[in-house]
């Protein structure tokens, strides 16, 4: 099988794709302010500035800034330059693990290589705002994070923006895309609406905090809070890139796909150990490191170490009734390991204070449908040995076999394009290489 057979048209040439990228367009512009999605830096002096290929703002500096509204409070509407991952947080003392010292004070002096992430809070936790994402169950305090970024010169107009956590900022640009080895498949009758998906990935996602609590520090109008509706996202976009687009129609969803696996990539430099398994929160995270590695051609994105759900909850094991691809709930979790006892005990299985097989088993059922667009993403690119964990795949084709549930996207290119992947993919990585 060709690749001229999987797909419906010739593969479209790189050269056409970046003349038609974005542009961050700095042309001499200088401002002594810049607003986004309502948060307000002004500086101490005109300074030069642009917005990068996917619209997040930077300056060449250093620079002075002066001020920041949402003006800061003790407990509130917090900034942070190059925050690192793992137990600590500056933005707001309502989220778990509030340091303040982690916190920048105004005036301040942005250099070159610092990403200054600015919050505004909300008054009251559990309202949505106007702007509120989809699928956003309201359990933290912020309304929107922004990220501003300082260099020590403007950078191309297609550069992505270097990721905001820690201090690894390495650059990319669009033009870097290896779009010419996308498999360019033909759609399913239907697709969702791409525009959805697009504000979903709009703003940054805030996500560089270890466990559940993460899921506190979700802006309400940046992404969903709860990793089921983050992962959901992840897989439909993760097949989405990977249709035919004679009209660069997803040439956004694209740009801001790779910028999210730049980011993730980022706050895996700052902290390896993170997305621990912990029922349905901290899926998602890793196919978009592993996609955006393979559109720049870079290794440590397309074999990042570190911790990821997807992995430590699947593993090949004896399960009741002959299954051997098994799924477990998380590490060290009295009912771990409940697909290997008869699901008859499934209710004492475990503890006696309703941690026992059942709960085990409904977290199951609620991460199983999400699963499905990213496994079947990576064997349509031949990416499955750089996952370089084969029972994740073995265990969603089990629950393919088993439940074949996913969303209406999912569930229409895994029937058509699941029995062919694997060939799919092989033909991708003889381009690659």
Known sequence: MTRMQIASFAILTATVFVSAAPSAAFSGETRDTITQYGVTWTFAADVPAGRFVTGDWWVVGPVTIRSVTPVPTAERHGSVANPPAGDKQGYDARIHGFDASLRVKFPLELAPGQSLVS???????????????????????????????????????????????????????????????????KAPDTIPDIKRYERDLERIWLDHQRQWVNRKMHPLENMPDYGREITNIVSDVALLV??????????????????????????????????????????????????????LDHPGMMHVKATFQEDQQTYHGKGFGGRKALWTISPNNPNSRHEEADPKTWKTFGDTRGNNGLKAEAYRKLNGPTWVGQALAARLTGMTGQWNHPAFFDYVDRWWEEEAKASPLAEAMWETYRDTADTIGAEVQKDVK
Not at 162 to 173: H, I, L, M, Q, R
């Open 242 to 295: 990977l249709l035919e687009d004679p009209r660069n129609e997803r040439e956004t969803l694209l740009l801001r796909y790779v910028q999210k696996g730049i980011d993730y990539y980022g706050v895996t430099q700052s902290d390896a150990d993170l997305w621990i398994a912990n029922g349905g929160h901290n899926s998602g995270r890793k196919w978009p490191i592993l996609f955006a590695g393979f559109m």
């Open 119 to 185: 919050t505004a809070s909300v008054d009251q936790i559990g309202r949505k705002t106007p702007d509120t994402v989809r699928g956003q169950y309201c359990r933290g305090p912020l309304r929107t994070a922004v990220v501003l970024t300082c260099l020590k010169e403007a950078p191309p107009a297609d550069a992505f923006r270097p990721a905001y956590v820690g201090t690894w900022k390495e650059p990319f640009n669009a033009s870097q895309l290896r779009r010419n080895v996308l498999p360019q498949l």
